[in-house]
Nanobody, 117 residues
């Protein structure tokens, strides 16, 4: 599985941005997908996840602001970021931890989201 993240850029506080993660392969619909982020000098943290069945989970600090969704027809997972805060500045990565009942650990390259002055 190859993952391609995109959509990063500059965001003003209070603004919105949508990240996309496109996955290769015909079994995308069976995959759980996560979005992680890593800010400068900090550890990577799990921001949001979505299961193959559509169940979602979020980091407490982004609940109510970020929304993860998936379009299986396009092999794509999205992270809609609203009410953006400067502390959301980070490199964002998509990750596949599981396909069906089997564990994996696929990562895409990161996409940088940073505050616009």
């Amino acid at each position: 599985v190859q993952l391609q993240a995109s959509g990063g850029g500059l965001v003003q506080p209070g603004g919105s941005l949508r990240l996309s993660c496109v996955a290769s392969g015909s079994i995308f619909s069976l995959a759980a997908i996560n979005w992680y982020r890593q800010a400068p000098g900090k550890q990577r943290e799990l921001v949001a996840g979505i299961t193959s069945g559509g169940s979602t989970n979020y980091l407490d600090s982004v609940k109510g602001r970020f929304t993860i969704s998936r379009d299986n027809a396009k092999n794509t997972v999205y992270l809609q970021m609203n009410s953006w805060k400067p502390e959301d500045t980070a490199v964002y990565y998509c990750n596949v931890p599981r396909i069906g009942f089997r564990s994996y650990d696929y990562w895409g390259q990161g996409t940088l989201v940073t505050v616009s002055s």
